[in-house]
């Protein structure tokens, strides 16, 4: 069974509950949809909040690297340009997510027409933003491995990169297999699989009204 076809056995179920008989009411249907596109996009809030809250800890972590060691000029360097090689992700990050949380079905169209836009328009903001991601993460995560090694080996390690680069390396190449790794699972989960199933809602909503 699909699960346009669920959403469906649902409404109708729900209908004949409260009716004894099935109704056509699109503002319940609404409802299921909306529920369950819900369900849907609940692992990729999740990564929202908890990439949010990551962040902060990012900011508040450079910040203090700053404040400390304001005098060094590399120090201060590396940290401010680690604040904003996170900036332009996190900025489409919260514009996308806004834009997903604020999506409402259209009062002026026809109800079946309403409810597809309303699924496509969620799908077409996570895609957005998952490709953005990819293309991003190339960049964002070689870069902030550097950095923080970087940082790490100036600050704790005495003598620094300079009379340590194999163990730099080494803590940067596993740096950069953790995040990949990761980062892989968290896209499965918060992106591809949401994905998936708000595509298969659109496929069988479009195979549906052709018949």
Request: with cysteine; proline share 4%; charged share 20%.
């Amino acid at each position: 069974m699909t699960q346009l076809e669920d959403l469906k056995n649902e409404w109708v179920e729900k209908q004949g509950m409260l009716t004894g008989a099935p109704a056509q009411d699109p503002e319940s249907l609404k409802k299921i949809i909306r529920r369950r596109t819900g369900k849907h996009l609940a692992a990729s809030m999740r990564y929202f909040w908890a990439y949010f809250v990551f962040q902060i800890i990012v900011y508040a972590l450079l910040s203090h690297v700053i404040i400390v060691h304001w005098r060094n000029p590399f120090i201060l360097s590396l940290s401010i340009a680690g604040i904003i090689l996170y900036l332009p992700f996190m900025v489409f990050l919260m514009r996308n997510f806004k834009k997903i949380a604020s999506t409402k079905f259209s009062t002026e169209q026809d109800p079946s027409v309403s409810i597809y836009n309303y699924v496509f328009q969620q799908y077409t903001f996570l895609r957005n933003f998952y490709r953005f991601k990819k293309l991003y993460e190339l960049f964002l995560v070689p870069v902030s491995a550097a950095i923080g090694v970087i940082l790490s080996f100036t600050i704790f390690v005495p003598g620094s990169v300079k009379e340590h680069p194999v163990a730099a390396a080494i803590t940067f190449v596993l740096t950069l297999i953790s995040c990949m790794w990761a980062i892989r699972s968290e896209n499965k989960t918060s992106f591809r699989i949401p994905i998936r199933q708000l595509q298969q809602i659109l496929d069988e909503y479009r195979v549906d009204s052709e018949q």
